[in-house]
């Protein structure tokens, strides 16, 4: 099997390619400087691996090298600004397309624009599979299956503030510098800024306070969960830093997270649901060493669509993958998770 990993030179696009060759997957490194490609290969501990050129003004040359591939991994972000051009090569290629997107306004769009140029391509194009996209959106969908009707979803990231890549913190500009949605009413409109009651994390004592904030589930969860209401949250202090980012400050952080720095952090992604007669059920799922966990998550994710199979079409986490099984897929590499009543 072949992942061509387009942005294998960047930060996770590397930890993608270290993983695709733990897995005894073949990455083709893809991007748009040779040079900067063989030392991502070398330092991936593949210093043979396949490298080809194909900048995003390349349309041709990059769907030819896809082609030649069973999916596509695409780790260059942000995905707002470079995203389409990769998207549109997959599916000219007619191979299965995953990204690594944390920025609701491109999942929204790719979800929403390329559903029948995938379909017409037989292929599964599946934004945001990442460590908050993803777990997020599998947790929600078996919570939101313990109730009959579903009245409201709150999505929340509640990971502590700690170490961020460059590419994170230029992936975060342009979540805060547009308008975060919510779901009501049959249909995503802009975030109404309603105040959330505070939410004490599993294994934790003390409550965190939440703020509204533009997270991948508001954008996958009503696209299989029949919810009346989905709203995204993170900790008050998460996002008091990311809106204080600018460019210049975003440009002096480190490109690449010291392992120790990931293996401290801790992610956490939280799933409330209130059903129609007031039920109230909840879901988490937690692990350490988020960039790490993207890769896991991100190659994972391709190699059950080549092998597996999922509908053509541009999917969900949860439409592209059994959630149950994948959350327990996920223990392997330090997850845990949880559903139950509140």
Do not use: K
């Not at 720095?261 to 879901?283: C, D």
Request: charged share 20%.
């Amino acid at each position: 099997m072949r992942i061509a990993v387009y942005g294998a030179s960047g930060f996770t696009g590397s930890l993608v390619v270290t993983e695709a060759r733990r897995r005894g997957i073949e990455p083709v490194l893809v991007g748009r400087d040779v040079r900067r490609l063989r030392r991502a290969a070398e330092e991936a501990g593949v210093p043979n691996a396949e490298v080809r050129a194909a900048g995003l003004d390349e349309a041709r040359e990059m769907a030819a090298v896809f082609a030649e591939c069973d999916a596509v991994v695409n780790c260059a972000g942000p995905f707002t600004r470079w995203g389409e051009p990769v998207v549109r090569a997959a599916i000219a290629a007619g191979r299965h397309y995953v990204d690594t997107a944390g920025e609701q306004q491109h999942i929204h769009r790719i979800l929403g624009e390329f559903d029948s140029a995938a379909q017409e391509s037989a292929i599964s194009v599946v934004p945001g599979v990442t460590d908050d996209g993803v777990p997020g959106d599998l947790v929600a969908h078996l919570a939101a299956a313990r109730v009959s009707i579903v009245r409201d979803v709150l999505i929340a990231d509640l990971r502590l503030p700690g170490g961020v890549s460059r590419g994170t913190a230029r992936s975060m500009l342009a979540v805060v510098g547009s308008t975060g949605l919510e779901y009501a009413a049959g249909g995503w409109h802009a975030d109404s800024g309603e105040e959330f009651d505070p939410i004490t994390p599993p294994g934790q004592t003390r409550p965190a306070s939440l703020r509204a904030f533009a997270l991948p589930g508001v954008v996958t969860i009503p696209r299989h969960v029949a919810a009346g209401r989905v709203r995204g949250a993170i900790r008050t202090e998460v996002a008091t830093l990311f809106t204080g980012l600018t460019e210049e400050v975003a440009e002096t952080i480190p490109e690449v997270v010291p392992m120790q720095a990931r293996q401290a952090g801790q992610w956490l992604m939280f799933a409330g649901v209130t059903g129609g007669h007031g039920e109230r059920i909840h879901g988490w799922v937690t692990g350490p060493d988020g960039y790490g966990l993207t890769a896991v998550i991100a190659v994972e994710t391709a190699r059950r669509l080549v092998e597996v199979g999922a509908p053509a079409g541009a999917l969900t986490p949860a439409q592209a993958v059994d959630p149950a099984d994948f959350l327990e897929f996920l223990t392997s590499a330090g997850a845990q998770w949880q559903v139950g009543e509140d």
